[in-house]
């Protein structure tokens, strides 16, 4: 789903920078840019890492990173080599909750077709049990453009404003979403996008359990 403005009109910005320039806008270029004051930019900042479309790191000018970017646009030279997959925090595998997007650490593994963005959240809840996804695994996201169509059934991380996030199989009738556990305890989650506003963030691609890979 689209980011909704003004949050929308920040991100365009730091996209349209990345292809530009290959690195940051500083948060001064990103308020010249969209004429907009610094605590609005903040604001919108603040919301599009917590709902991860982009990381930061901090005491640094140029700190955004983007999740959802083609880097086929970037010089590879001027990218990193990746070392493991970072972990960026939880996710609920039940009730929605606002994920934890703190990053701790990083996931060694090893696995075909690799793509530099994809990334890990530690599972929260057991709706997943019965998709091999135990509560406390650790899960592979790739994350996906706003206008991705998930396959019927596939399993994905989904964003829901005002609830939260959560992993579960997606099905999909015209503006009907139906988030689906993989466990008979939980009853399937129905949400009519006339009505509000869902994003699927990344699509499940591996399970990991061994805490044996983490560094």
Known sequence: MAVRKPHGTVLSFIEAYWRKHQNSPTVREIITGTDRSHGSIQNSLKWLENNQYITRRRRTSR??????FE??????ADLPE???LPIRGEIAAGYCHEPATEEHGHLNIEYGGRKRNDYVLKISGD?????GIPDGAYVGIRPVADNYNPRSGEIVAVYIEGQGATLKHFFQKESVVVLEAANPKYEPMIFDLDECSLRVQGTHIFTHWQSAALS
């Open 127 to 131: 709706s997943m049990v019965g998709a």
């Open 63 to 68: 700190s955004i990173k983007l999740v959802n």
């Open 71 to 76: 880097f086929s646009d970037i010089p590879y």
């Open 82 to 84: 990746p070392e493991g």
